[in-house]
Nanobody, 127 residues
Framework: QVQLVESGGGLVQAGGSLRLSCEASGRTLSVFHMAWFRQAPGLEREFVAA????????YYTESKKGRFTISRDNAKNTLYLQMNSLESEDTAVYYC????????????????????WGQGTQVTVSS
């Protein structure tokens, strides 16, 4: 069992930046592949980015490439999402998630592959 707690969300103006964190407890984060998803009101949960257990492989939704960067610090048991050039369309609740099965490009964005989820952190981008 692992507990995930997101932080770092808030209100930011369009064009600004935020860094989200996801801290794990209960088990070491290093055994899990990790990802960020987001969900805006009235919309389905959307894949943002994923990273392999050792950080060697990363996957992004095409529209997030270049603006968002996923990273991890296994020594701190923490996952990060650096978000730059934020747009109003980025307004959503952001969730971190953990999985054990092998991480592939085809499955990285599929929520059903992820066993553990955090409670989410709200990001609001004002235009």
């Amino acid at each position: 069992q692992v507990q995930l707690v997101e932080s770092g969300g808030g209100l930011v103006q369009a064009g600004g930046s935020l860094r989200l964190s996801c801290e794990a407890s209960g088990r070491t984060l290093s055994v899990f592949h990790m990802a960020w998803f987001r969900q805006a009101p009235g919309l389905e949960r959307e894949f943002v980015a994923a990273i392999s257990w050792n950080g060697d492989s990363t996957y992004y939704t095409e529209s997030k490439k270049g603006r968002f960067t996923i990273s991890r610090d296994n020594a701190k048991n923490t996952l990060y999402l650096q978000m730059n050039s934020l747009e109003s369309e980025d307004t959503a609740v952001y969730y971190c998630a953990a999985r054990l099965p092998g991480l592939t490009a085809q499955s990285a964005g599929l929520p059903s592959y992820y066993y553990y989820w955090g409670q989410g952190t709200q990001v609001t981008v004002s235009s």
